[in-house]
């Protein structure tokens, strides 16, 4: 008698941790930039360096990178600058060991720049981590029984996602964006902003595919007197492919992906002149790669002419309970943050999502929090020159997850799948925002996996005080399965001798036993 088995790969969060740190620094204007005059926005990133885990804790080394835009003392014209804060930080996380996988999860909870003089900024952020312990686990279970024996066996059907894969990755690319014909060349770039919208990635044989857009902005310094600060935005589609050994079509991805290195230059068109905005952005890929099958595996077994029993271990078994998404609409009318700067033209906008709460409920996932709204204009006022405003636009909404209980493990990302800002007059816009969020909902359930079979003589006195015919009452709950193991009879001679279709049994049914073949 020999078990047949199969190994089941999973992986599981075994821990959580999360810890705030506040990150605040004075910087100055490094002496090849002129004086700030005006504060135009900033945009701050967290560059994770090291993820040292230890005996209970974790160590965490990196730098918030901020980069401030800024109104110059000279007529109309931009500067920029970068501030770098290093940090390391050791997180206390019970259980975890050296070698282990560590999931870490950082954002800006905020972010605050203060011009303290015209050669020094401000830099304050509340930088939070949230630190997950990933295992991969591997669990073996009986699938099939070989036997020559009598043995009598039962299978049932797990749904069971399996990870195939999990490995960090990037993903290059290189686009050339000329200028529009009416604007000026460009004599220096003084600030950009790149994101990375409609990103969807499919397996496919051995790799996977990647398809988006990429939006980029663009404020530079235009060639000639006369050409101050000068702007240009465009939107391309891309696509590519990523060599991922080992996946395969109709695999589930569950990729996260964030803007690493990017890098922008100015080329030379065609006839020689600076037109051309050559961005090469790098995406940091983290793969998992999921399987999903109906595992058939054995149940339960016992014996008709000896003892035999199923010998089990519970393990938790993952299963896919939905991968979805959800779109939260936004509108509102909002007034700049400075009437006594009134807008123009408007430049340029792009938005922020800050999550505060995550919570399970029914048939759902609530989710609440904040679009930060920047929005760059031309001034009306004076020389015309560019202004900012940020406006905060808090958020409620529910993504339908059926059946989604407190037990499920979920992942959930956010992206801003459409923004539009519009001026309506001189001190208030328009702002209409679809925040799109998906998910990925497990379901996790404690099984009794047959891991092994005790195979010994049968109980000859047992066997002694079971009647050789008897009628049995079907109690609640009770199956032709359970009165066979009972008697040590097959279960289809039961059903022969009660000329049964099925094994469907009720509550009240007579059944007849027939002892034989011992």
């Known amino acids: 008698m020999e078990l047949v088995k199969k190994k089941i790969h999973m992986d599981r ?27 135009l926005s900033s945009k701050g990133e967290i560059i994770m360096e090291e993820i040292r885990p230890g005996e209970n804790v974790v160590s965490l ?23 770098v804060i290093p940090f390391e930080e050791k997180v206390n996380m019970e259980g975890v060991a050296g070698g282990d996988t560590i999931l870490t999860e950082s954002s800006i909870e905020d972010l605050t720049v203060g011009l303290i003089n015209s050669r020094k900024f401000s830099v304050q952020a509340v930088a939070s981590f949230m630190l997950e312990r990933e295992e991969q686990v591997e669990c073996e279970t009986a699938v099939d029984l070989y036997h020559e024996e009598p043995v009598e066996y039962r299978k049932c059907v797990y749904p069971v996602i399996e990870l195939v894969l999990h490995k960090k990755d990037i993903f290059r690319l290189k686009e050339e964006m000329e200028l529009t014909g009416n604007l000026p060349n460009v004599f220096q ?15 496919l044989e051995e790799k996977l595919s990647i398809q988006g857009e990429m939006r980029a902005f663009f404020l530079y310094e235009g060639e000639g007197d006369n050409d101050k600060t000068q702007w240009y935005e465009n939107t391309v589609p891309f696509s590519g492919i990523i060599e991922c050994h080992g996946c395969r079509e109709n695999m589930i991805p569950d990729i996260q992906y964030h803007l690493g290195q990017c890098n922008v230059e100015v080329r030379q068109d065609f006839d020689g002149e600076e037109r051309v905005f050559c961005v090469e952005p790098v995406l940091d890929l983290d793969i998992h790669l999921y399987e999903e099958e109906n595992l058939e595996v054995i149940s339960d077994v016992y014996g008709v002419d000896k003892e035999i029993e199923a010998l089990t271990t519970q393990m938790p078994v993952k299963s896919l309970l939905l ?82 209980l407190p037990t499920c493990v979920y992942k959930l990302r956010s992206s801003i799948e459409q923004l539009t800002v519009t001026m309506l007059d001189s001190d208030e816009l328009d702002v209409k925002a679809a925040l799109q969020f998906k998910m990925i909902v497990f379901s996790v359930q404690n099984r009794d996996l047959v891991t092994d079979i005790k195979v010994e003589p049968l109980d000859l006195n047992k066997l002694s005080d079971l009647p050789g015919m008897v009628i049995c009452i079907v109690g609640p709950g009770e ?37 034989g073949g011992i």
Not at 342 to 360: A, C, F, N, V, W
């Open 13 to 39: 969060i075994n821990g959580r941790a999360g810890t705030q740190m506040v990150l605040e620094e004075d910087v100055n204007i490094s002496d090849n930039k002129p004086d700030a005059n005006y504060l």
């Open 189 to 203: 770039t003084i600030w950009h902003h790149i994101c990375f919208d409609h990103v969807e990635f499919k397996a």
């Open 323 to 404: 991968a979805g998404s959800g779109k939260c609409k936004i509108a509102e009318h909002v007034r700049i943050q400075n009437p006594e700067m009134p807008m123009y033209q408007l430049i340029h906008s792009d938005g922020e999502i800050r999550i505060d709460e995550k919570t399970i409920v029914e048939n759902g996932i609530a989710v609440t929090g904040t679009l930060l709204v920047t929005t760059l204009y031309l001034s009306a006022s004076g020389a015309k020159a560019i202004y900012s405003t940020v406006n905060e636009l808090p958020f409620q909404y529910v993504i339908e997850a059926e059946n989604i």
């Open 479 to 515: 199956t032709l399965w359970d009165i066979g193991k009972k008697y040590y009879v097959p279960v289809a001679q039961l059903r022969e001798v009660n000329e049964l279709p099925t094994e469907e049994i009720s509550a009240g049914d007579k059944i007849l036993v027939v002892k």
């Open 61 to 83: 080394k990196g730098k918030l990178v901020v980069s401030i835009l800024y109104l110059t003392d000279m007529e109309g014209m931009c500067a920029s600058m970068e501030a």
